[in-house]
Structure formats: C-alpha cells, structure tokens
C-alpha cells in the first residue's frame, strides 16, 4: 500500500508541477520575457502532458478502488475533456495577449483542485507508512542503534 501512495504522491507532484510551469511560462509571456510563439509551444505541449498525468492518476485511483481520491478527479477529468473536445485546450498565438488572464485563472483554478488530492495523498502515505509492519521497530531497536 505504501508503494500505491508513493507513486500516486509522485504523479500528483508531477501534474503540479505542470500546472506551475505553465502559469510560469504565462507570467513570462505577459511580462513580454519571451516571444508569443516559443511561450504558445511551451504551454501547449504542457498542456498534453497534464492531461497525460491527470488520466494516469485517474485510472490509478479508479483501478485501485480508492473511490473518495477518484472522486477529486473527476471535476478535473471532466473539465480537461470538455475543453479538448471544444478545441479550447491550446492555446493561441493571435489572442494569447487578449486571453492571458482568462488562461491564467484557469490554471490557478486546477492547481487549486490538484492540491486537495495532493495533500490527501500525502496523508495516506505517511498514514499507510506508519502502519506498515516493515517499518515498525521494537524499543530495543531503537535504544541500541
């Protein structure tokens, strides 16, 4: 069990991080940092690799039985799959600079669902590590080492 939440710790870390480097990549496209092509590239092909990410721990949570952490994906899920079936998932070169606080508020927005199931993850796996027989040691263990 220790292992499921280290992995989903991981991959819930990770899709944190891809939401962070595109509110990044955004900051710096609005503070004109970089040009609006390479910052576009930058936030689109994020973009594939968050909703990569999420789909992983989805099915992770949904295989697993884990139905309470499944149910926080869901809201995420659902909204990643109505703006890719939209087309509105890339974002544009033409009206980036028209857009970038609307995109940037989107993104807070799934960081903010995303770090709900983060820190429950965390919780599970310090709580299953704690519990784990492996980890446990006798007080003469601990005296003598």
């Given amino acids: 069990m220790v292992l ?4 989903s710790f991981i991959l819930l870390v990770l899709l944190v991080i891809s939401v962070v480097y595109q509110l990044l990549t955004l900051s710096d496209l609005e503070r004109d940092y970089i040009n609006a092509h390479e910052g576009v590239l930058q936030v689109n092909r994020a973009v594939y690799v968050e909703f990569s990410l999420q ?3 989805s099915v992770l949570f949904l295989f697993s039985g884990h139905w309470f952490m499944f149910l926080f994906c869901i809201p995420i899920i659902y909204y990643s799959a109505k703006t890719y079936l939209q087309g509105k998932h890339k974002v544009s070169e033409v009206d980036i600079f028209g857009k970038l606080n609307q ?3 989107r993104r807070l927005v ?3 669902t995303v770090v709900v199931p983060l820190c429950l993850s965390l919780f599970w796996l310090i709580w299953s590590a704690l519990e784990d027989d492996d980890f446990h040691l006798s007080p003469d263990e601990l ?3």
């Fill in 4 to 7: 499921f939440w280290v992995s």
């Fill in 110 to 112: 799934k960081l903010a």
């Fill in 103 to 105: 995109e940037k508020t």
């Fill in 143 to 145: 005296y003598h080492s």
């Fill in 55 to 57: 789909l992983i721990i």
